[in-house]
T-cell receptor, first 114, second 110 residues
């Protein structure tokens, strides 16, 4: 089973709201990722967690705050977002740590900031 | 600077018309090259991993090949259900980042 689940599927939030995206995998993978994808563009890496520790932060604005409570769960906390943050947010995981190897993606959360 | 370039940006084929998608890359040392398929509004779906020049992988109508500077995804006798965006991604030997190309949008008409 190579399933990564993400909730919610869709999210509409105002610029003053606080919300969270959730990602879960039960494959025993040791690395988990957040990507942002705009329409007709490739996924852009935001964060990488390796063995539950943040190993890559691609200079993402502080209004995005990642959290890895355990080896199966990854959250992305959102606060004071801008309309340009509207995008598909993808979570992925890979078996190897250090961000190496095949990444398995979830279905994504479609975020709209109004 | 590490780069991944895919061509063409879009490809329109008739059902049964075979063709190839190209992914050229510039990295300091290739750890692995990946092909993904992405349907609109969904996450990328893993297709193949290639590690060294000369390697080939096949799955149904798809065949991926790798040279020292590029990879090809060959589609034989495509069907309308093969319509999707095909993404190429590379991981370099010294770093932990995956670099994605912009993708090729494939349209197969019945």
């Amino acid at each position: 089973d190579t399933e990564v689940t993400q909730t919610p599927k869709h999210l509409v939030m105002g610029m003053t709201n606080k919300k969270s995206l959730k990602c879960e995998q039960h494959m025993g993978h040791r690395a988990m990722y957040w990507y942002k994808q705009k329409a007709k563009k490739p996924p852009e890496l935001m964060f990488v967690y390796s063995y539950e520790k943040l190993s890559i932060n691609e200079s993402v604005p502080s209004r995005f705050s990642p959290e890895c409570p355990n080896s199966s769960l990854l959250n992305l906390h959102l606060h004071a977002l801008q309309p340009e943050d509207s995008a598909l947010y993808l979570c992925a995981s890979s078996q190897e740590g250090q961000g190496v190897g095949v990444q398995y993606f979830g279905p994504g959360t479609r975020l709209t900031v109004t | 600077e590490d780069q991944v370039t895919q061509s063409p940006e879009a490809l329109r084929l008739q059902e049964g018309e075979s063709s190839s998608l190209n992914c050229s890359y510039t990295v300091s040392g290739l750890r692995g090259l990946f092909w993904y398929r992405q349907d609109p509004g969904k996450g990328p779906e893993f297709l193949f991993t290639l590690y060294s020049a000369g390697e080939e992988k096949e799955k149904e109508r798809l065949k991926a090949t790798l040279t020292k500077k590029e990879s090809f995804l060959h589609i034989t006798a495509p069907k309308p259900e093969d319509s999707a965006t095909y993404l190429c991604a590379v991981q370099e030997g010294g770093g932990f980042k995956t670099i994605f190309g912009a993708g090729t949008r494939l349209f197969v008409k019945a």
